[in-house]
């Protein structure tokens, strides 16, 4: 009897202290993740579950010795009398169908019940308050006005053909971007963007053509030459909203191009960030929750709250999400991160050491990319001085004392000559500066 009733309270007592244990964690993620207000409140709500968890556990163990009072070295565990009449029996749950009890005095029983349905209480709260919260998924957007209206009249005609399993490319492409609409979504705004276009296009035919005509409605060479003008305007009505679907379904790719490069800038210092996050020890879900919920890497983060999405979302185990989402992101080097990530969690090896050594190499990758972009600075830089300074210059020069010494060159004075070769030297700037926008990365 007396052992049953140790194994019991020792039992609930291990309980209790895994408890509080799982509580003392959740304080520390609380104070890592969110902002000062809600840490403080949460943290109190926190702390009183603890205490009324520590008061039970006291409870328990100012049993004990009551419990052992009439035992004896001498006699057998199971002839120790015990009376009935000081202690009593109290439910705390049930753990694998089995409703478990502890043995408590009778005088203690209205303190462990209050204590009990305290911490019981608490702990409700914060749970249904987590799942009202912390697995809401993130960055989920209502759909604006313009998604509505193109649904109302496209969204029959985009999931016909997703059905018959078209635009696959699109889908994981509209995945890699973070675009915060369904495909349908997108298809149906493409389809209704065209459609405007097109009536558009109509209006313009209709009006260029009857003003074309008003212009002289008896001259007939005028009309001949306006035959011109009317398969010019009729072209841009047909082609106009073709060249609108083309730049709708090309968005996609032309944009994946762009987010590759800014998360391959900011992926080292990632690595970097999540190694350090890894040697405290702290549960390996709640590093990409650090991640995701920081502002230092606004590129990156939106990969890690996808990860957080597929745990929290859709129930997948980290090992699952971290193979998802390597698929879903727009970096080659991140879904490798994602990938080796997966596979030491599930290897069961060290994550601080393979987080320190995917950081150096890199960094070390970084490094070398940025000695590319200096080298290629400098001949940008060689060429521009060439093509924009020196030759526009020289060129002028000898024009000028051409046409000075031998008379006008090619029909124009020297103003003209100047004009025109001011001309030249802004469109030449202007396509420079075209091209290192294209050719420049975030740092």
Known sequence: MVLEILTQNVSAEKEIIREIFVLLSQIQNIERLQAFEKRKSETKMINSSIN???????????SLPQVLEPFSPYQKLSEVPIEKSKFVKVSIGTSLGQEIFIVIPKEEKSKFIKEYNLSRDILKRMRTKEKRTVEKPMDIKESGFYARTSNIFFLNLSVKLLDKGYFQKLRVDLRKINISCLLATYLSM???????VFAAAIFFFIFATFFSFSLDPFGIALAELNAVGILRNFAILIFSPILTLF??????????????????????FVTINMAAIAG??????????????????????????????????????LVTALKNSARETSSKKLAELFNGLSTTISGGGNLTDFLNKRSETLLFEYRISKEKDTKSAETFMDLYISMVVTAPMVMTLLLVLMSVGIGPVIGMSPYMLGMVMIVIVAAINILFLIALQLKSKPS
Not at 253 to 258: S, T
């Open 280 to 317: 405290s020890g702290i549960e390996p879900t709640n590093i990409f929750k650090i991640i995701a919920f920081g502002d230092e890497y606004p590129a990156t983060k939106k990969e890690m709250k996808k990860v957080i999405n597929q745990v929290n979302l859709y129930g997948y185990d």
């Open 190 to 196: 493409s389809f209704f963007t065209a459609f405007l």
């Open 52 to 62: 009324s968890l520590i008061e039970q556990l006291k409870i328990i163990n100012s």
């Open 247 to 268: 730049l709708f379904w090309a968005y996609p790719f032309l944009e994946i191009q762009g987010i590759q490069s800014t998360i391959e800038s900011e992926l080292p």
